[in-house]
C-alpha cells in the first residue's frame, strides 16, 4: 500500500509540476507589456511548479519540499496583495494590509521552525515541540490565507467579481486541503500519507481552471468595502485568539509537568473571562474603533452605511418613536458616538432658544442662548466649533464674543455644529463629550458639514409643513366663522327690530319689560359668541404715528377700572411711534388675560417706562403664571390655550399687532408667582412742537 501511494505521489506532483511549468511559460510568451498581476501570476505559477517538482523529488514534509511550500504560499499571498492594489481609484484600509503583513510573519516563523527541527534532532521533546509548532503555524497560515481570498472576492465589484471568481475558488481549493491535511495531522498526531499522496493530483485538477481563469480575464478593478473587511479582521482576531488559546493550553501540557491540567484550566478560565469583561464594554469597543479607524484605515466612515443609519434615525416613522427635533440630535450624535446632546434653534425674536434635549438632562441651558454676534458668525463661518481647542487658546480665527460663557464653561461640552440652510442659520447642535476623547480630523469635519447641512434642510422642511398646518387650522377657523356670523346676525335683526318698536312703545311700561328682558338675551349670546371667538380687526390698519403713551394708557385704565382693579406705579410721559387702535387691541388681549388669571381682589399693575430706544409698556399679575415649557412651544401658538375654554388667539394676535408695528412682545413668567407681558414699542424719532413742550415739562 506504501508503495502504491508513493508513486500516486510523485506521479501526481510531477504532472503538478509540468502542467504549472507549462502555464508559466504559456503565460510569459502570452503578453509582451506585462502588467503586475500578470508578472505575480508568472511568479506564483512557477514556486508552484517548484513546490510540486520538489515533493515528487524528494518526498512530502522534506526540508525542501516544506521550504518551496513556504515559497509557493508566497507567491499566491503577493498575487492577491497585487490584485488589491490594482483597484482603480482606490485607498485600501491599513487593515488589509496588517493582515496581509501578519500571513507574511507566519511564513517566516514557519521556516524558522523549519530548520530548527534538525538542530533539535538529539533532543526528542524538543524536536517533537518544533514539529508540533511548525504544524500549528501551518493551521494558522491556512485560516489566515482562507480569510484573505473571502475578503478579496467580497470586495471585488459586482461587475467585475466573475473575472477573479475562478483564481479566489482555486486558491480557497488549496488552502482548503492543506487546512484538513494539517488538522487531521493534529487530531491524529500522525501524518496522512493517503491525503499527503492525494495534494498532487488535486494540484494537477486546479492547473486547468488557473488556465481559463488567465484566459478570461487579464484585469483586476477592485472596490473595497470597510464593513467587509471590517468582518474579515474580526475573523481573523476571533481565530488568533482561539489559536493563542490552543498553542498556549498545548505548550502548558508540553511543560507543565504534574500542573499541567490546572494551569490549561487556569489560562482558558483567564482568557474566557477577560474577553467577557471586555468585549462587552461599550468604552472598550469605542477604544478599540478609535484605535482601528486611526491605525488601520484611511478613512474613518463607512459612508454608505452612516448615510443609511442617518436617514433611517431622522425617518423612523411611528408613534413610539423620538420627537422630530430629539431624533435630529441623536442622527448626529451616532455619527460621532456622542451619548448626548441638545438642539438650539432661533425663535422670532432672532435668539437661539434650546428645542430639544436628548440623554442630557443635566446641562444648563439660559433663556437668551445666544449672543448678538453668535447667529451672524455661523452664518458667515459655517465653523464647527471643537471646545476644548477653545477652552485651550489653540484657536485664533473665531470670534470669542460669538460663543456663549456657558457653552464654554460647561466641561461636558464637546464640538458645536451649526446647522445652516441657505446662509441662514436653522439651528445648533451641541454635542456632549464621548466615552473615548478625541479630536476632530478633516475626515469628521467633512463629514458634519455635509450631515449639518442635511439636517438643515429637513428643519426648514418642518417649519415649512408647521406653517402650513397652521394656514389649514385657520382655514377651519374661517369655516367655523360662518355659522357664527350667522348668530350674529340673528342677534342684528332681533336688536333691529327692537329698536324700530322702541319709537312707538317707549312709554309702555310692558313693553319696557320685554326690552330689557330681551337686551339681557342677546348680550348673554354675544358673551356666548365672544368666548368662542377672539375679536379681529377687519379695518384697515392706520399707519404708525406719535402716540401719548401716557394718555392712552389712562383712558384704558379708567374703561378697565369696573372690571378689576388697575393700578400703576411709574407712568413716564413718553411719545411712541404705533396705531393707538392696535396698541388699545393689545393691551386689551394682555390686561383680560390678567384678569382672567389673577385671584379676585388682587390688582393687575399696568407701567410704562423708557428702555433704550424704545417704550417698554409692561402688564403685570400675580395669577398662576406659566411653564417655560408653555412659553416656549405653545403661548403663541394660534389655537393654543392654557385657560379652560380659551380659544388660543389673544397672544398670537397681540404678538402679531406688535410685530406690525416695528414692536415685540416679550414674556416672564414663573408658575405660582404670575407673569409679566412687556410691551416693546419704537420711540418717535419725530415730534410735533406741542409733544416737544409735553416732554420737556414731564
Known amino acids: 500500500m506504501g508503495a502504491i501511494l508513493d508513486q500516486i505521489s510523485i506521479f501526481g506532483h510531477g504532472l503538478a ?31 508552484t511548479s517548484f513546490w510540486a517538482l520538489s515533493i515528487a523529488v524528494e518526498g512530502a514534509f522534506s526540508p525542501i519540499s516544506n521550504f518551496a511550500e513556504t515559497l509557493r504560499n508566497l507567491g499566491w499571498l503577493a498575487f492577491m496583495f497585487v490584485l488589491l492594489r490594482a483597484g482603480e481609484g482606490r485607498d485600501e484600509p491599513k487593515a488589509v494590509n496588517a493582515i496581509y503583513f501578519a500571513v507574511v510573519v507566519v511564513l517566516v516563523a514557519q521556516v524558522i521552525v523549519d530548520g530548527l527541527i534538525p ?57 482548503t486541503y492543506d487546512l484538513n491535511l494539517f488538522t487531521i495531522t493534529y487530531l491524529t498526531q500522525h501524518f496522512s500519507p493517503e491525503l499527503a499522496a492525494m495534494r498532487g493530483p488535486a494540484m494537477v485538477c486546479i492547473a486547468p481552471i488557473l488556465a481559463l481563469a488567465a484566459v478570461r480575464n487579464t484585469e483586476w478593478k477592485l472596490k473595497l468595502s470597510r464593513s467587509v473587511t471590517f468582518r474579515s479582521l474580526s475573523l481573523v482576531a476571533i481565530g488568533g485568539y482561539l489559536l493563542m488559546m490552543i498553542i498556549i493550553a498545548t505548550a502548558l501540557q508540553i511543560i507543565g509537568g504534574d500542573y499541567a491540567r490546572l494551569a490549561q484550566i487556569s489560562f482558558l478560565f483567564g482568557t474566557t473571562i477577560a474577553a467577557l469583561l471586555l468585549l462587552p464594554s461599550g468604552k472598550f469597543r469605542a477604544w478599540f474603533k478609535v484605535k482601528l479607524a486611526k491605525n ?15 436617514t433611517d434615525t431622522i425617518g423612523r416613522p411611528g408613534a413610539e418613536s423620538a420627537p422630530f427635533h430629539e ?33 442630557w438632562p443635566t446641562i444648563q ?89 442635511q439636517v438643515a434642510s429637513y428643519l426648514a422642511e418642518a417649519r415649512s409643513q408647521e406653517s402650513l398646518s397652521e394656514a389649514q387650522r385657520f382655514d377651519e377657523f374661517n369655516r367655523r366663522m360662518a355659522f357664527i356670523m350667522h348668530d350674529i346676525k340673528n342677534l342684528v335683526s332681533q336688536l333691529s327690530l327692537l329698536a324700530r318698536n322702541a319709537k312707538k312703545h317707549a312709554d309702555n311700561p310692558e313693553f319696557q319689560i320685554d326690552m330689557i328682558s330681551t337686551l339681557q338675551d342677546s348680550a348673554g349670546k354675544m358673551n356666548g359668541l365672544l368666548e368662542r371667538l377672539s375679536q379681529h380687526n377687519k379695518a384697515k390698519p392706520e399707519e404708525p404715528k406719535p402716540v401719548k403713551v401716557a394718555a392712552l394708557l389712562q383712558s384704558i385704565i379708567e374703561k378697565k377700572r369696573l372690571l378689576h382693579a388697575i393700578e ?20 386689551g388681549h394682555l ?58 388667539i389673544g397672544a398670537f394676535e397681540a404678538r402679531s399687532l ?10 416672564e413668567s414663573k408658575e405660582g408667582v404670575g407673569s409679566r407681558f412687556t410691551l416693546i414699542l419704537p420711540l418717535a424719532s419725530k415730534l410735533t412742537e406741542d409733544d416737544l413742550e409735553d416732554e420737556r415739562a414731564a
Not at 137 to 155: E, P
Not at 296 to 310: G, K, L, P, T, V
Not at 385 to 392: G, V
Not at 412 to 435: E, K, M, N, S, Y
Open 568 to 587: 400703576s406705579t411709574k407712568i413716564d410721559n413718553l411719545t411712541a411711534m404705533a396705531d393707538p387702535t392696535r396698541v388699545d387691541q393689545i393691551l
Open 591 to 648: 390686561i383680560q388675560n390678567a384678569i382672567d388669571a389673577s385671584p379676585e381682589g388682587q390688582p393687575i399693575l399696568l407701567n410704562a417706562r423708557r428702555r433704550d430706544l424704545s417704550v417698554a409698556i409692561e402688564v403685570l399679575d400675580r395669577g398662576k403664571g406659566m411653564s417655560s415649557e408653555f412659553i416656549r412651544s405653545q403661548l403663541f401658538k394660534p389655537f393654543a390655550s392654557s385657560k379652560d375654554g380659551g380659544f388660543g
Open 17 to 47: 509540476a509540468a502542467l504549472f511549468g507549462a502555464l508559466t511559460i504559456w503565460q510569459f510568451q502570452r503578453q509582451t507589456d506585462r502588467n503586475k498581476a500578470q508578472l505575480s501570476l508568472m511568479m506564483a505559477l512557477a514556486l
Open 327 to 359: 431624533r435630529v440630535v441623536k442622527a448626529i450624535a451616532d455619527i460621532t458616538e456622542s451619548p448626548a446632546g441638545i438642539l438650539l434653534m432661533p425663535d422670532d425674536a432672532s435668539c437661539l432658544a434650546l428645542q430639544s434635549r436628548w440623554n
Open 658 to 667: 406688535a410685530i406690525a408695528m416695528n414692536g415685540r412682545l416679550e414674556v
Open 365 to 453: 441651558v439660559p433663556p437668551r442662548a445666544c449672543t448678538t454676534r453668535t447667529i451672524p458668525f455661523f452664518e458667515e463661518t459655517g465653523h464647527i466649533i471643537e471646545f476644548d481647542d477653545l477652552r485651550s487658546d489653540k484657536v485664533d480665527q473665531i470670534d470669542s464674543g460669538a460663543v456663549p460663557e456657558w457653552m464654554i464653561n460647561d466641561p461636558q461640552t464637546w464640538i458645536a455644529v451649526p446647522l445652516v440652510h441657505f446662509d441662514r442659520l436653522a439651528g445648533i447642535v451641541l454635542l456632549a463629550r464621548p466615552r473615548v476623547n478625541r479630536t476632530l480630523d478633516w475626515e469628521d469635519l467633512d463629514m458634519l458639514r455635509v450631515v449639518g447641512r
Open 119 to 175: 538542530v533539535f534532532a538529539g533532543s526528542a521533546q524538543l524536536a517533537g515541540v518544533a514539529a508540533y509548532t511548525s504544524l500549528v503555524l501551518r493551521m494558522l497560515f491556512a485560516v489566515g490565507a482562507l480569510v484573505l481570498v473571502h475578503n478579496l472576492y467580497s470586495i471585488s465589484a459586482p461587475e467585475t467579481r466573475w473575472g477573479i471568481r475562478l483564481p479566489m475558488a482555486s486558491l480557497a481549493a488549496i488552502w
Open 296 to 310: 488601520f484605515f484611511q478613512h474613518r466612515y463607512d459612508y454608505r452605511a452612516e448615510w443609511i443609519r442617518f
